[in-house]
């Protein structure tokens, strides 16, 4: 009887949720999936689980020939020279635009990944989600302008995000070796 009590809570509280009007975040009105590939260095979110902790995050996309997005979740778990943690969820390009996406990391669950921004140089993004509980500032290079972050900081909140709540990943590489010796 007290499992029946405790289910019948749980399935109150989801449908109680359920019934929550979120407003669905916006997104851009068009990806161009072939641009958009490639790797984006996580600079700041508002992290899953996950992701606690994060070093040297980034996110790497490819174009499959059905259509889906191959993906490689990469970082370093809590510290630059912590264990490295590899992901390969897939992407499934949900509408014309491109820009929403379901990611699954284990069937069958899947994930609402709303792209809210992308520069026209495709730099620099910011992936959301309607719940706004998670966010992810990302760019091409490991480091930001202080300009350019201030500016995705300003599009998360005008998405409905506390910014306050951002977190910033740690990114620290290599230099490049030089060309010339």
């Not at 993906?71 to 912590?82: I, L, P, Q």
């Not at 026209?120 to 760019?139: F, K």
Request: hydrophobic letters at 40%; aromatic letters at 12%; proline letters at 7%.
């Amino acid at each position: 009887m007290k499992t029946k009590g405790i289910l019948a809570m749980l399935a109150s509280v989801f449908l109680l949720a359920g019934c929550q009007s979120i407003q669905p975040i916006f997104t851009v009105s068009d990806v161009d999936l072939e641009r958009f590939m490639g790797d984006w260095y996580v600079i700041a979110n508002i992290p899953t689980w996950l992701e606690q902790g994060a070093h040297n995050a980034v996110e790497s996309y490819r174009l499959d020939a059905d259509g889906n997005v191959a993906t490689e979740f990469r970082f370093r778990a809590d510290a630059f020279d912590g264990p490295e943690k590899v992901y390969r969820p897939t992407g499934y390009v949900q509408d014309a635009s491109n820009a929403l996406w379901d990611m699954q990391f284990v069937w069958p669950l899947r994930a609402e990944y709303r792209i809210v921004y992308v520069d026209p140089d495709y730099q620099r993004t910011i992936i959301g989600r309607s719940a706004r509980d998670y966010v992810w500032l990302m760019a091409r290079s490991p480091q930001l302008h202080p300009t350019e972050f201030a500016e995705l900081e300003r599009i998360v909140a005008e998405v409905g995000y506390d910014p306050a709540q951002l977190r910033p990943v740690p990114q620290r590489w290599p230099e490049p070796e030089s060309l010339t010796r």
